[in-house]
């Protein structure tokens, strides 16, 4: 197993090496220039197609597009947000926030341009469901068959291998098991039950949950995090200036904290980012490609707030909080642990609060990116085989659940850091080959609203 190991971490430091960030970053910064500043010019419109109803703008579709934001949400607000802050900080120093900020940023513009390339190039499957996503955009836009099905291997890959199962279960089980005493075993069996139960339905059943679970929790968790980030408003200022500071400075070693260079905050903090908002990896346009509308750059808009809300909004929200209370640098905490202790030293009243808060949250979180990524597989599976291979791609999909309770931590991370990274390539040689194409939308979109 440690033979393994040392392979796999191998292989995950070439994917998510320099040559993968620098793509997935610098093809923010291309949208983000030929766009010109699209995502924070047009943010309060993309926010207003979120959040107000436009009757005009429904077209054909399986679910509404608040529904298909949600349901992205569901499969990147997850582990990434409060995990994996805690994972970046605590190895990158608090400079890898300000590196999550850079990737969210730019990463908005890339995934305003795989909303886009999602509706316009999607089709209706054999059962009249839509189906759309990297797959079908690099086919029928770049005519690469062969690319298509590689993103789509990889697609499958993930859900069952990597952020779609195990890692999500174990955050699971392990934070059942920490507050509520509550066996492995005995949350892995109720986990599977509902993810069966809920994935039968197909999207409009994940979406319908991922309706009212995605909302409720954010809010939770915000509160929360407000409420300690109020409490501490003092420390608001210096907080902020140590997250700039370290992010063009080493960190020097303080506490149970080693000290970390620039390049490993940029590294961790991008990495992190990404991870958490998948923005580049191919993931949120197959949810996209769902929605009811006729306008491709509507769901734009509306796809990259979920860069927004995720990273921009909650990571921050962790970030902070983790510094404030100062157990970013602690030697005895580390993951999930790290956050439950800062929520536990926000709420010093009333500790079992902000414990449950993080735990609650995590839980919810962690399923809700089970059932978006169960989704994401079975588009994937659709496109290789055709709808004759969705009911195997549920049942593995299920067993693969049932069996995450035997899975070792570290092989779960980086296997699902691997298979991850892999999605991406297929995806952003799709996104620029068709970088025209999303111009030329954009243009006449806004000339017609002028």
Known sequence: M????KILNLINGWVWGPP???????????FTVRLGLLQLVRLPRALGYVFLKDSDCEG????????????????TIGTGNIVGVATAIATGGPGALFWMWVAAFFGMATKYAEGVLAI????????????????????????????????????IAVAFLGIGTFTQVNSISTAANITFNMPEVVTVAIVTVLVTLITIGGIKSISR??????PLMAVLYGLGSIYILATNASQIPQALQMIIKSA???????????????????????????????????????AAAAAKTNSPVRQGLISMVGTFIDTIIICTMTGLTLIITGVWNSPHY?????????????FSRAPYIGQMIVTVGLIFFAFTTIIGWNYYGERCTEYLFGV?????????????IASSAVMKLEFIWTVADIVNGLMAFPNLVGLLGLSGVVIAETKEYFEDLS
């Open 2 to 5: 440690e033979k393994a190991m």
């Open 20 to 30: 993968l960030l620098i793509l997935l970053v610098g093809t923010g910064i291309y």
């Open 60 to 75: 054909e579709g399986d679910v509404s597009s608040f529904a298909a934001l949600c349901t992205a949400l569901a499969a």
């Open 120 to 155: 316009k190039y999607r089709v209706v499957d054999e059962n009249g469901q839509m189906s759309g996503g990297p797959m079908y955009y690099i086919e029928r836009g770049l005519n690469k068959k062969w690319l298509a099905n590689l993103f789509a291997i990889f697609g």
């Open 209 to 214: 949950t991922a309706e009212v679970i995605v």
């Open 248 to 286: 063009f400075t080493p960190t020097a070693a303080l506490g149970g904290f080693a000290g970390a260079t620039v390049m490993q905050a940029m590294q961790r903090g991008v990495a992190r980012g990404v991870f958490s908002n998948e923005s580049g990896l191919g993931s949120a346009p197959i």
């Open 334 to 346: 580390e993951g999930a642990q790290m956050t439950t202790e800062a929520f536990k030293i926000g």
């Open 388 to 400: 004759k291979g969705i009911k195997p791609y549920k049942i593995i999909f299920i067993i693969l």
